[in-house]
């Protein structure tokens, strides 16, 4: 199984703030790792798909980078409602998935 | 618009079974696959398994192999996710989500289903 782990687990940042958050895979997956944003009481929204293209309607502040086995998710330029936990996931694996531990983000 | 529609909350006791149905509209439902994944509260999102609507081919994550069966019917554009010999563990929001192909992202969540299981 392709273990996603993600870093930091926590982060305390202030608007207007840039944002990294990474992902590493235990093994090589090319380019098969999507982010997504998930907010309190909703369920995960699509950001990245295939580590750098995003994914319609999504603010041109999210951006991803990464292949092989390192992803980084970045948030320019921080908003409020940025608020959430972003979770990587992996789709290399088939038929199987799995997805990072989550990263969550409050805003001061 | 893409839109998947889950069945409402559900208690149950330990040992029992739940099935969660999750409504398709907006697509047509043959061309996408459909995703269980359940999030434990507090924690991270888990993927429990697909089904290919279009020949009803399912792969099921090892974590949930004896246990879970996803079914479909195409007439109502829903598949099904029953979950047996329910513990206290299984208390999770469940999600259902589809995608273009296997090798892609899950572009579209139904609003999911909490599961309360209590003995």
């Known amino acids: 199984e392709i273990v996603l782990i993600q870093s930091p687990d926590f982060q305390s940042v202030t608007p207007k703030e840039k944002v990294t958050i990474t992902c590493r895979a235990s093994?090589?997956?090319?380019?098969?790792l999507h982010w997504y944003q998930q907010k309190p009481d909703q369920s995960p929204k699509l950001l990245i798909q295939?580590?750098?293209q995003s994914f319609s309607g999504v603010p041109s502040r999210f951006s991803g980078s990464g292949s092989g086995t390192d992803f980084t998710l970045t948030i320019n330029s921080l908003e409020a409602e940025d608020a959430a936990t972003y979770y990587c996931?992996?789709?290399?694996?088939?038929?199987?998935?799995?997805f990072g531990q989550g990263t969550k983000l409050e805003i001061k | 618009q893409m839109q998947l529609v889950q069945s409402g909350a559900e208690v149950k006791k330990t040992g029992s079974s739940v099935k969660v149905s999750c409504k398709a509209s907006?697509?047509?439902?043959?061309?996408?696959?459909l995703h269980w994944v359940r999030q434990a509260p507090g924690q991270a999102l888990e993927w429990m398994g697909w089904?290919?609507?279009?020949?009803?081919?399912?792969n099921y994550a090892q974590n949930f192999q004896d246990r879970v069966t996803i079914t479909r019917d195409r007439s109502m554009t829903t598949a099904y996710m029953e979950l047996s010999s329910l513990r206290s563990e299984d208390t999770a929001m469940y999600y259902c989500?589809?995608?273009?192909?296997?090798?892609?992202?899950?572009?579209?969540w139904g609003q999911g289903t909490l599961v309360t299981v209590s003995s």
């Open positions: 989500a589809t995608s273009t192909v296997l090798d892609a992202p899950f572009d579209y």
């Open positions: 907006g697509y047509t439902f043959t061309y996408r696959h």
């Open positions: 089904i290919t609507p279009f020949n009803g081919n399912t």
């Open positions: 093994q090589s997956i090319g380019n098969s």
């Open positions: 295939y580590a750098s």
């Open positions: 996931h992996q789709s290399s694996s088939l038929p199987m998935y799995t």
